[in-house]
């Protein structure tokens, strides 16, 4: 069946089922033999994703990559849609001989249309209006003030995305800004608690305030 097969698409015939096994039955992985497009397949694992066989024919896709004869570049993690709509992250490896002449494709294309379903289904369910989301953060009964004053803080600095010492002047502004909306500095010794946290002195703090409020 495999009679002059390539010795180096012979070799590689075994991760087929090894990576098609490590990642379970949504994942396909198919070796293509360049030199017969018309049966370009001569290993495939999970054929039940495309609905393909051994001896089955090169995708489109191969083909438009034959025709361009660029081969430099694997492709990694792109898209492709099968004829019934699901949704397939793919990548296409190139395999070349020693004298880098394209001899097979490893082909690797994962359903993940349930996933996709999933995703959009957390990103609804996990969905936070950002105008109150800073107002919603909630402690116990036995919380101090100073509890709340810290929790909001801790909040409004997570929201940042990075570490207090890699925050620019602009990024701390903001962050009084987002605290002052909050009412934060109503509480007795805000002013000194938020410019320890951002590392800065009480003055500058007052002075972050007067340009927030000139500009409002």
């Given at each position: 069946?495999?009679?002059?097969?390539?010795?180096?698409?012979?070799?590689?015939m075994p991760l087929v089922d090894g990576i098609a096994n490590t990642f379970g039955r949504n994942?396909?992985?198919?070796?293509?033999?360049?030199?017969?497009?018309?049966?370009?397949?001569v290993a495939i694992a999970n054929?039940?994703?495309?609905?393909?066989?051994v001896g089955g024919p090169m995708s489109e896709y191969g083909l438009a990559d034959l025709r361009k004869g660029d081969f430099s570049c694997n492709k990694?993690?792109?898209l492709k849609k099968t004829k019934d709509g699901r949704v397939l992250k793919s990548t296409s490896m190139y395999i070349k001989d020693e004298k880098d002449s394209i001899v097979g494709f490893l082909c690797i294309n994962f359903d993940i249309s349930e996933l996709?379903?999933?995703?959009?289904?957390?990103?609804?369910?996990?969905?936070?209006?950002?105008?109150?989301?800073?107002?919603?953060?909630?402690?116990?009964?036995?919380?101090?003030?100073?509890?709340?004053?810290?929790?909001?803080?801790?909040?409004?600095?997570?929201?940042?995305?990075?570490?207090?010492?890699?925050l620019t002047k602009e990024e701390k502004v903001n962050v009084v800004q987002l605290l002052e909306v909050q009412g934060i500095f109503l509480v007795k010794g805000a002013i000194d608690y938020v410019a320890k946290v951002l590392c800065v002195s009480r003055y500058t703090i007052y002075n972050y305030l007067d340009e927030i409020r000139i500009e409002a």
């Open positions: 069946m495999h009679e002059g097969l390539h010795p180096i698409l012979k070799n590689m994942c396909e992985v198919v070796l293509h033999d360049v030199r017969n497009p018309d049966n370009s397949i054929g039940h994703v495309t609905n393909r066989v990694v993690n792109y996709t379903v999933m995703r959009n289904l957390i990103n609804e369910f996990t969905h936070i209006n950002d105008e109150v989301n800073f107002l919603s953060a909630e402690g116990s009964g036995t919380d101090t003030i100073n509890d709340v004053l810290s929790r909001i803080v801790d909040k409004t600095l997570e929201s940042m995305g990075k570490p207090v010492a890699f």
